[in-house]
């Protein structure tokens, strides 16, 4: 019951905005998982990107699939992962059981434990997440998602900027760009 009434609030929060809109809006949703976040964003194209998925379980899962059926999904474009705890994959492939998912976007997955630990569980956790039918893209710095263009709109991209103690600065172009908003905001 309890678990019921988590979606069902998750998904009653949510249908306020649905894909595939007319409005053309890039959409973008974070969902309450414990011990971190995770992000739900949806292009006016309608393609859709998930970055982390919570612990496994049900609850975390839950609110991601009840979050993106409410947004109109019915299936993840794009599942990316930010690093290997279990908080951010383990519920990665109940979350690819609900909804299929066409790519995922990792980094390499460690031989050992990620944190260095000599004693650990993390083969035994990581192994249904290897398990996830899905292609498999590496995710460094520079690595950019072939998102579709928006049909008279502005070019979308969503980048990689830093993975592996590596980052990718800004573009010669880029800095010449001023930020409107600089010096608007209180101290």
Known sequence: ??????IFFAALALTIARAGQPDGTLDVYWIDSEGGG????ITPNDESVLIDSGYAGGRDPGRIVAAAKAAGLTKIDFMLLTHFHNDHFGGGPEVAEALP????YERQIP?????GKVQ?????QIKPWREIAAK??????????????VAGGPKLELVCLYA???IIGPTA?????????TGTGSP
């Open 173 to 181: 172009d880029q800095m010449k760009v001023k930020n409107p908003l």
């Open 111 to 115: 031989a050992g434990d990620p944190d």
């Open 1 to 6: 019951m309890k678990k019921f009434l988590v």
């Open 164 to 166: 592996d103690q590596k």
């Open 120 to 124: 650990s569980s993390f083969q035994t």
């Open 101 to 104: 998912v066409g790519a995922i």
């Open 38 to 41: 995770s992000t739900l964003i």
């Open 136 to 149: 498999r893209m590496t995710l460094s710095p520079g690595v950019t998602l072939p998102l579709r263009a």
